[in-house]
């Protein structure tokens, strides 16, 4: 009995939101039960558990991944973030602020999976369209909002952190003008 | 009389004004808490063994292996709870002739859907508990299965409840005027069989509770994803026999709810059963299968449909004939009736015609029991009358548009009594209707239709007028003998540092409730919004209510907290008064501060005047009134429902080989009288309009003849998801209610209402070349391809 219930325990060592993690897991323990139940990060949340709502959705490794479908036991020197980090470091931020501002949430069950899929989005596509930011969130169920006011509130980001990017520039030019 | 807004260029005027919910940020940031994330000294959890079968006789219950499981500690029978918890049985007096059986929180002899609670199991985790139910031995033996509607009510159908005498848990038959005569005199009568497929909500957070019992006091505190606190606290303490003030139910944030969380579920009371049997905090939380087995499912309508109308195209006559099956019980508290009712006295409600009849069927099946879902029964009768409303249009060879535009009620015919008895304040269909042609450039979209048209590409265009019931009075429940408030209630209070808290009996599930309550308040009062805190949700600190339903809060709960924030208001003048010399009457307070009415002259901030009243009350004249908390409550009473109304248009692109419907771009025009805060109700409109395109061409609760559940998982039962969804365009029409002060009628349910009607008369519009015509939702590219002659048609 003691060797059988050994050999369900795995010890995984990680980073999570920044900060190193060492726990002894059940091999059937998912990412997001991991997450909630052992580390109290309450902010990832558990909608489908079977990979197509999103809701689970958190960073590892610098991909996102579904919480539900990860198991606390691959993760072994993973490098994990959820909305709880990615809000006290200020990266999503301006996505934050945009959700709010344009009423992009409305119960916010889906929004922290849903910022760390725009967050990606944003990541590797700096212009996207608004039907690529539709089909990038497309595996992110939400059933408050009608999807539109999250569209938009991902489109104002964008630009805005290409206008920040591009004034830097200008910003450059004019101190080489005046060094001239 | 309704509230002069000339005033909204006052500092704290917040009543039509965008202002960011003041509990987004900490959603946003993933620090909300509900349900699941509480955590309680001792808690167990609870995972509930459901029926495999649509209808059994449950057996030998073994419980020996589950006990076993390392960390079970309990084992529950039907009988176990209903030794602490009574049966109930959802009638109500005002739908006459209503019957329902005895249902109990766990089964007890029978099980009647697959997914019925037929045992629990208690163990130290949720998993633990899982393991148990995986070796828990339930024995039984199948019985005949009620799946079928249309057969429900045949002889040689078996009985669900033997001793209800049938399968027939309500009728309604409504009629006005004479409906026959005028379909006899009709220039054209057309007719057709609607189908609204079987839906449900899916909340993204499963529904979910958390009972703690406490048996030195008798208190049971129940942490609760509810629309009702106070309807539950009253529930629970019924059936669990204990008084109502040792129940307190807490409500936080809510992983959105849209009418599936306003019902007493029998796994939610067991829970509470099971907490004070073990006297410690149980959690029940649904997971996703057992969400779409045992959440109400709605909408599972059969309607024939005929409408007459004269040669000038003016509707004679209107007759509905609604079938509906609810599953074995009518829902408590609230019934499994109302769909069905609201489909009678919806069908035909925007347009002016005297010639009605009406008749709805409710039946009792071995199928998830059905009750109320976001815009219960509007979506049906709209698209029922709209999809009528299309083809008479089109047997007399008259453009959609100009059919409306002669049979919607007058904009000056108020107040109107409809051929339901419904009765309308004020609304402004035409209005409404101009709006929309322009805003969606009608006649551009139909001249570009016609030329995509020739290179083969199918678009159309749909139209539906609506109209939605908000604000009810206890005509909904109340005097069915139901103890569900239709009156709510704010209780606003000035603390020492001129700060205020509103409390409020409605609810915030995500639509914004807490951010319209700080706005009226804010205004009420005179304070800048942000010095405005809210609480709901908690029985035991907020006044009585009735929480979230029927598009109430803004309506109701507004003007209750708008009528708090005067009186306080003029409590506050009357200490200023004192302290200042003054009137009260030429005083104000305007943005925190108490002001000279005349001259706007600042006189003193409301701290200074909180420090006087809370910390140095000596120094006002004895006898003062110094009252800074105040109360006040609201009901509707000159009519039962505030109706609101609106129109929808939907523009689409059918591909004719596959069957696929293209959303290219949905409006929306209502009228939901004052509208509060812009940019929520718009995007109420614009997720209500989504969740209606679900359930027009994708949502589907299919079942086997067995009455097993075939799309019991997200990726069987599709939900919209972002790339098929259009960008929606959204205006409003302001007709306030002339029965409050605010004006604000609802809004929450208007979206849901159209969508699915004018979707489908857009997909309609697309296959009329093609004389072909889809009414069964949802509009699936097999049925598509089915209506087209490709395929052949498959019952489902």
């Given at each position: 009995?003691?060797?059988?219930?050994?050999?369900?325990?795995?010890?995984?060592?990680?980073?999570?939101?920044?900060?190193?993690?060492?726990?002894?897991?059940?091999?059937?323990?998912?990412?997001?039960?991991?997450?909630?139940?052992?580390?109290?990060?309450?902010?990832?949340?558990?909608?489908?558990?079977?990979?197509?709502?999103?809701?689970?959705?958190?960073?590892?490794?610098?991909?996102?991944?579904?919480?539900?479908?990860?198991?606390?036991?691959?993760?072994?020197?993973?490098?994990?973030?959820?909305?709880?980090?990615?809000?006290?470091?200020?990266?999503?931020?301006?996505?934050?602020?945009?959700?709010?501002?344009?009423?992009?949430?409305?119960?916010?069950?889906?929004?922290?999976?849903?910022?760390?899929?725009?967050?990606?989005?944003?990541?590797?596509?700096?212009?996207?369209?608004?039907?690529?930011?539709?089909?990038?969130?497309?595996?992110?169920?939400?059933?408050?909002?009608?999807?539109?006011?999250?569209?938009?509130?991902?489109?104002?980001?964008?630009?805005?952190?290409?206008?920040?990017?591009?004034?830097?520039?200008?910003?450059?030019?004019?101190?080489?003008?005046?060094?001239? | 009389?309704?509230?002069?807004?000339?005033?909204?260029?006052?500092?704290?005027?917040?009543?039509?004004?965008?202002?960011?919910?003041?509990?987004?940020?900490?959603?946003?940031?993933?620090?909300?808490?509900?349900?699941?994330?509480?955590?309680?000294?001792?808690?167990?959890?609870?995972?509930?063994?459901?029926?495999p079968h649509a209808h059994a006789r449950i057996g030998r219950i073994d419980a020996e292996a589950a006990l076993a499981v390392p960390g079970v500690l309990r084992v529950f029978t039907g009988r176990d709870i209903?030794?602490?918890?009574?049966?109930?049985?959802?009638?109500?007096?005002?739908?006459?002739?209503?019957?329902?059986?005895?249902?109990?929180?766990?089964?007890?002899?029978?099980?009647?859907?697959?997914?019925?609670?037929?045992?629990?199991?208690?163990?130290?985790?949720?998993?633990?508990?899982?393991?148990?139910?995986?070796?828990?031995?339930?024995?039984?033996?199948?019985?005949?299965?009620?799946?079928?509607?249309?057969?429900?009510?045949?002889?040689?159908?078996?009985?669900?409840?033997?001793?209800?005498?049938?399968?027939?848990?309500?009728?309604?038959?409504?009629?006005?005027?004479?409906?026959?005569?005028?379909?006899?005199?009709?220039?054209?009568?057309?007719?057709?069989?609607?189908?609204?497929?079987?839906?449900?909500?899916?909340?993204?957070?499963?529904?979910?509770?958390?009972?703690?019992?406490?048996?030195?006091?008798?208190?049971?505190?129940?942490?609760?994803?509810?629309?009702?606190?106070?309807?539950?606290?009253?529930?629970?303490?019924?059936?669990?026999?204990?008084?109502?003030?040792?129940?307190?139910?807490?409500?936080?944030?809510?992983?959105?709810?849209?009418?599936?969380?306003?019902?007493?579920?029998?796994?939610?009371?067991?829970?509470?059963?099971?907490?004070?049997?073990?006297?410690?905090?149980?959690?029940?939380?649904?997971?996703?299968?057992?969400?779409?087995?045992?959440?109400?499912?709605?909408?599972?309508?059969?309607?024939?449909?005929?409408?007459?109308?004269?040669?000038?195209?003016?509707?004679?006559?209107?007759?509905?004939?609604?079938?509906?099956?609810?599953?074995?019980?009518?829902?408590?508290?609230?019934?499994?009736?109302?769909?069905?009712?609201?489909?009678?006295?919806?069908?035909?409600?925007?347009?002016?015609?005297?010639?009605?009849?009406?008749?709805?069927?409710?039946?009792?099946?071995?199928?998830?029991?059905?009750?109320?879902?976001?815009?219960?029964?509007?979506?049906?009768?709209?698209?029922?009358?709209?999809?009528?409303?299309?083809?008479?249009?089109?047997?007399?060879?008259?453009?959609?548009?100009?059919?409306?535009?002669?049979?919607?009620?007058?904009?000056?015919?108020?107040?109107?009594?409809?051929?339901?008895?419904?009765?309308?304040?004020?609304?402004?269909?035409?209005?409404?209707?101009?709006?929309?042609?322009?805003?969606?450039?009608?006649?551009?979209?139909?001249?570009?239709?016609?030329?995509?048209?020739?290179?083969?590409?199918?678009?159309?265009?749909?139209?539906?007028?609506?109209?939605?019931?908000?604000?009810?009075?206890?005509?909904?429940?109340?005097?069915?003998?139901?103890?569900?408030?239709?009156?709510?209630?704010?209780?606003?209070?000035?603390?020492?540092?001129?700060?205020?808290?509103?409390?409020?009996?409605?609810?915030?599930?995500?639509?914004?409730?807490?951010?319209?309550?700080?706005?009226?308040?804010?205004?009420?009062?005179?304070?800048?919004?942000?010095?405005?805190?809210?609480?709901?949700?908690?029985?035991?600190?907020?006044?009585?209510?009735?929480?979230?339903?029927?598009?109430?809060?803004?309506?109701?709960?507004?003007?209750?907290?708008?009528?708090?924030?005067?009186?306080?208001?003029?409590?506050?003048?009357?200490?200023?008064?004192?302290?200042?010399?003054?009137?009260?009457?030429?005083?104000?307070?305007?943005?925190?501060?108490?002001?000279?009415?005349?001259?706007?002259?600042?006189?003193?901030?409301?701290?200074?005047?909180?420090?006087?009243?809370?910390?140095?009350?000596?120094?006002?004249?004895?006898?003062?009134?110094?009252?800074?908390?105040?109360?006040?409550?609201?009901?509707?009473?000159?009519?039962?429902?505030?109706?609101?109304?609106?129109?929808?248009?939907?523009?689409?692109?059918?591909?004719?080989?596959?069957?696929?419907?293209?959303?290219?771009?949905?409006?929306?025009?209502?009228?939901?009288?004052?509208?509060?805060?812009?940019?929520?109700?718009?995007?109420?409109?614009?997720?209500?309009?989504?969740?209606?395109?679900?359930?027009?061409?994708?949502?589907?609760?299919?079942?086997?003849?067995?009455?097993?559940?075939?799309?019991?998982?997200?990726?069987?039962?599709?939900?919209?998801?972002?790339?098929?969804?259009?960008?929606?365009?959204?205006?409003?029409?302001?007709?306030?209610?002339?029965?409050?002060?605010?004006?604000?009628?609802?809004?929450?349910?208007?979206?849901?209402?159209?969508?699915?009607?004018?979707?489908?008369?857009?997909?309609?519009?697309?296959?009329?070349?093609?004389?072909?015509?889809?009414?069964?939702?949802?509009?699936?590219?097999?049925?598509?391809?089915?209506?087209?002659?490709?395929?052949?048609?498959?019952?489902?």
């Amino acid at each position: 009995m003691a060797e059988a219930e050994f050999s369900t325990l795995v010890e995984v060592s990680l980073r999570v939101n920044g900060e190193r993690v060492s726990r002894r897991v059940e091999a059937r323990r998912h990412l997001i039960d991991f997450l909630r139940l052992d580390l109290g990060l309450t902010g990832s949340h558990a909608g489908c558990e079977h990979g197509v709502c999103g809701a689970c959705t958190v960073r590892v490794d610098g991909e996102i991944v579904r919480g539900c479908l990860t198991l606390a036991a691959q993760l072994d020197g993973a490098d994990v973030w959820t909305i709880e980090g990615l809000s006290d470091t200020g990266e999503v931020r301006d996505l934050q602020q945009a959700f709010v501002a344009r009423n992009a949430l409305q119960c916010g069950y889906c929004t922290p999976g849903m910022l760390a899929t725009c967050a990606d989005l944003l990541e590797r596509s700096p212009a996207p369209s608004r039907a690529e930011i539709r089909e990038h969130i497309s595996g992110n169920y939400c059933r408050c909002t009608g999807y539109e006011a999250i569209i938009d509130a991902v489109e104002t980001v964008a630009a805005a952190r290409r206008a920040a990017t591009g004034q830097v520039a200008i910003g450059q030019a004019t101190i080489g003008e005046t060094a001239e | 009389m309704s509230i002069n807004l000339s005033a909204l260029d006052r500092p704290n005027s917040y009543i039509g004004r965008t202002v960011p919910r003041p509990n987004a940020p900490r959603l946003a940031e993933g620090r909300g808490t509900y349900v699941d994330d509480i955590t309680l000294p001792r808690m167990v959890h609870v995972a509930f063994y459901r029926s495999p079968h649509a209808h059994a006789r449950i057996g030998r219950i073994d419980a020996e292996a589950a006990l076993a499981v390392p960390g079970v500690l309990r084992v529950f029978t039907g009988r176990d709870i209903a030794a602490v918890c009574s049966p109930w049985v959802a009638v109500l007096a005002h739908l006459k002739g209503l019957k329902s059986a005895p249902q109990h929180a766990i089964a007890v002899d029978r099980a009647t859907w697959a997914g019925e609670p037929v045992a629990a199991v208690v163990a130290e985790s949720r998993a633990a508990a899982e393991d148990g139910l995986a070796v828990l031995e339930v024995e039984f033996e199948p019985l005949p299965v009620v799946a079928e509607m249309e057969t429900a009510l045949d002889p040689e159908t078996p009985l669900i409840h033997p001793e209800l005498g049938d399968n027939l848990a309500f009728r309604r038959v409504h009629e006005a005027g004479d409906p026959d005569g005028a379909m006899a005199s009709a220039a054209a009568v057309v007719e057709a069989t609607f189908h609204t497929g079987r839906h449900t909500g899916v909340c993204l957070e499963p529904r979910s509770i958390l009972a703690a019992y406490n048996r030195a006091e008798n208190q049971l505190t129940v942490h609760h994803s509810t629309q009702a606190p106070h309807m539950i606290q009253t529930v629970l303490a019924k059936h669990l026999d204990m008084p109502e003030g040792n129940v307190r139910v807490i409500c936080g944030d809510v992983g959105g709810s849209y009418g599936i969380k306003v019902h007493v579920y029998p796994d939610e009371m067991a829970t509470a059963a099971i907490a004070k049997i073990m006297g410690r905090p149980v959690k029940f939380v649904a997971d996703r299968i057992e969400s779409f087995s045992s959440d109400i499912h709605a909408r599972d309508h059969r309607i024939k449909g005929r409408l007459g109308v004269d040669a000038e195209g003016r509707i004679v006559a209107l007759e509905i004939d609604d079938l509906t099956g609810i599953g074995p019980y009518s829902v408590y508290p609230r019934t499994s009736a109302i769909e069905g009712n609201q489909v009678v006295n919806l069908c035909g409600g925007p347009y002016d015609f005297a010639n009605y009849r009406a008749r709805t069927t409710v039946v009792l099946q071995n199928k998830t029991p059905t009750c109320q879902y976001r815009a219960v029964g509007h979506p049906i009768a709209c698209a029922v009358t709209e999809g009528l409303v299309d083809l008479a249009a089109e047997a007399i060879g008259m453009d959609p548009v100009e059919f409306r535009r002669r049979n919607l009620v007058r904009d000056d015919a108020y107040p109107y009594t409809s051929a339901a008895n419904m009765r309308f304040e004020g609304l402004s269909h035409h209005q409404s209707l101009a709006k929309l042609v322009e805003m969606m450039d009608y006649d551009a979209l139909r001249a570009e239709q016609a030329r995509l048209r020739e290179a083969g590409i199918y678009r159309g265009i749909g139209i539906a007028s609506f109209i939605e019931l908000t604000n009810p009075s206890p005509f909904m429940y109340g005097i069915g003998g139901a103890r569900i408030s239709a009156q709510d209630g704010c209780t606003v209070r000035l603390d020492p540092d001129g700060s205020v808290v509103a409390l409020s009996g409605v609810t915030e599930q995500g639509q914004g409730t807490e951010a319209m309550l700080a706005q009226v308040v804010a205004e009420g009062v005179g304070v800048p919004v942000e010095r405005v805190r809210i609480i709901t949700g908690d029985t035991q600190v907020t006044p009585y209510g009735g929480g979230t339903w029927a598009s109430r809060g803004a309506g109701i709960g507004g003007e209750a907290a708008l009528q708090a924030g005067l009186a306080l208001r003029a409590n506050i003048l009357e200490v200023a008064g004192a302290m200042l010399q003054a009137a009260p009457e030429t005083l104000d307070v305007i943005d925190g501060e108490v002001v000279e009415k005349a001259t706007g002259r600042a006189r003193m901030p409301l701290g200074e005047l909180g420090r006087i009243v809370y910390f140095r009350g000596d120094t006002l004249p004895k006898g003062l009134p110094r009252e800074m908390v105040a109360t006040r409550h609201y009901i509707t009473s000159d009519y039962p429902f505030a109706f609101t109304n609106g129109i929808q248009a939907s523009l689409v692109e059918v591909d004719v080989e596959t069957g696929m419907v293209r959303l290219l771009k949905h409006w929306c025009v209502e009228d939901c009288g004052r509208v509060i805060n812009p940019l929520l109700v718009d995007e109420q409109i614009r997720g209500g309009i989504v969740q209606g395109l679900g359930g027009a061409l994708y949502e589907h609760c299919v079942y086997s003849e067995d009455g097993q559940l075939l799309t019991a998982n997200m990726a069987d039962y599709l939900v919209p998801m972002a790339a098929e969804m259009p960008d929606m365009v959204v205006a409003h029409v302001e007709t306030p209610t002339k029965e409050s002060l605010l004006g604000a009628k609802g809004a929450g349910e208007a979206g849901t209402a159209g969508a699915p009607a004018a979707v489908m008369n857009a997909i309609n519009d697309a296959l009329r070349p093609f004389r072909a015509r889809v009414t069964a939702m949802p509009f699936t590219p097999e049925r598509i391809l089915a209506a087209l002659g490709r395929i052949p048609e498959r019952r489902f």
